[in-house]
T-cell receptor
Framework: GAGVSQSPSNKVTEKGKDVELRCDPI?????LYWYRQRLGQGLEFLIY????????KSGLPSDRFSAERTGESVSTLTIQRTQQEDSAVYLC????????????FGPGTRLTVT | AQSVAQPEDQVNVAEGNPLTVKCTYSVSGNPYLFWYVQYPNRGLQFLLK??????LVKGSYGFEAEFNKSQTSFHLKKPSALVSDSALYFCAVRAPTGANNLFFGTGTRLTVIP
């Protein structure tokens, strides 16, 4: 079936504005992850959803970052009052609940804060 | 705490020669280890994983990796490099219990020279 999709693919925003990034996981994948990839760096874990359990928010860098997930489908990552250091590629991944170690990644959203 | 180190930012190899991309890890307990590849303008793709069993694991596109517990390494290898293997390679680790997210290295850019 279709892979993980993310939208928009690119987003340019002004400092101080709010942005919403969307992720559509693979159908049947109840686990969903958000990561951030800054230029020249590895991926940083942000947040993890598993079914109806409380999300693991331990990677969110500040209270300006939040994420929601509707059931076992679409997730949105919201960044409020964006700062220039938020500029990065935001990657979403999903996996089966019993194979959370094998994650399938979307193409990412490149966020540029000017 | 879990961590991954990829000591080489860049690896250059001639087409047809064997290639090695290095990775060392730190994790409590037995690790789950992964390699992902990122082609330009595309999301991360899963290459292979080590969970348990044989220390030599085989993955996609002819790649393999060797788990060495005493050296805490998980180097990626291929006997004969192709120009199309040129990409960014990420090593990742996860503890067998606890958090489900992956910890990624900073990536190694592989360039295969025709």
């Amino acid at each position: 079936g279709a892979g993980v999709s993310q939208s928009p693919s690119n987003k340019v925003t002004e400092k101080g504005k709010d942005v919403e990034l969307r992720c559509d996981p693979i159908s049947g994948h109840t686990a969903l992850y958000w990561y951030r990839q800054r230029l020249g760096q590895g991926l940083e874990f942000l947040i993890y959803f598993q079914g109806n359990s409380a999300p693991d928010k331990s990677g969110l860098p500040s209270d300006r970052f939040s994420a929601e997930r509707t059931g076992e489908s679409v997730s949105t990552l919201t960044i409020q009052r964006t700062q220039q250091e938020d500029s990065a590629v935001y990657l979403c991944a999903s996996s089966y609940p019993t194979q959370t170690y094998e994650q399938y990644f979307g193409p990412g959203t490149r966020l540029t804060v000017t | 705490a879990q961590s991954v180190a990829q000591p080489e930012d860049q690896v250059n190899v001639a087409e047809g020669n064997p290639l090695t991309v290095k990775c060392t890890y730190s994790v409590s307990g037995n690790p789950y280890l992964f390699w992902y590849v990122q082609y330009p303008n595309r999301g991360l793709q899963f290459l292979l994983k080590y969970i348990t069993g044989d220390n030599l694991v085989k993955g996609s596109y002819g790649f393999e990796a060797e788990f060495n517990k005493s050296q805490t390494s998980f180097h990626l290898k291929k006997p004969s490099a192709l120009v199309s293997d040129s990409a960014l390679y990420f090593c990742a680790v996860r503890a067998p219990t606890g958090a489900n997210n992956l910890f990624f290295g900073t990536g190694t850019r592989l360039t295969v020279i025709p």
